[in-house]
């Protein structure tokens, strides 16, 4: 019987599948912003992310926004949740497939408020297209050691088979972590989008990528390696 896989997500996980273990690799510190961006008016505001909408979804009756896009389906499912009607939502669930369907015109104003270390991607294709785009660094995700050192623990007992990464970030803090312990290469490893994937990749190691990028996406590609073996 294989060890269950180790889910990175830091919000609560919801399934019923026995085979994980729920260790968040990343915990959230909230920043401050100019609170004076919120007296503009706004064409757009693009939520790029769940977190995104948390922790601005008490700013966002003080905004004047026309519309909402948001990227994901949990990030558009949560804005619902809070009362945030979504204007635009992109079938492809990633940066890449936000900026290849969203229309936009020279001039928008657009806002996007997300973490700091939130790729540039987004913000510099609206630019390219003559967008006027203002970033807000609502907060800055940092690594949840604990977590990391229990996971590699995990492995080296082989208390746990791989690990599934919810985010480029926790990859990156994962491998900075134990880039010292010479891991064994037979770990599973899985990525839930091709950002995920590639960073995993910039330490030397394969994973298995989700077709959708959801977490149930990436809970998917668990089971069908699983069952595989």
Known sequence: MQAPVIMTQSSNLKSDYEDIIHLPFIKIRTLSFDEELLNYHYDWIIFSSKNAVKYFSDYFQQLK?????????????YCNQVGISVDFFPENFSQEGFIKEFEVNKGNRI???SSAAARPYL???LQEKNAEVTKIDLYKPEAYNENIEQA???????LASGIA????????YFFKEAKNLNLDSNYN?????KPTFEKIAEYGYTAKIAEEQTIDGLLNIIKESRNRK
Do not use: W
């Not at 590699?152 to 082989?158: E, F, G, H, T, V």
């Open 111 to 113: 806002i996007i408020p």
């Open 165 to 172: 990464f919810a985010s480029s970030s926790a990859a990156d």
């Open 152 to 158: 590699i623990s995990l492995l080296k007992r082989n």
């Open 189 to 193: 490893y899985y990525a839930i989008g």
């Open 123 to 125: 913000q510099t294709k």
């Open 65 to 77: 926004v026309d519309h909402v896009a948001a990227i994901g389906k949990k990030t558009k499912d």
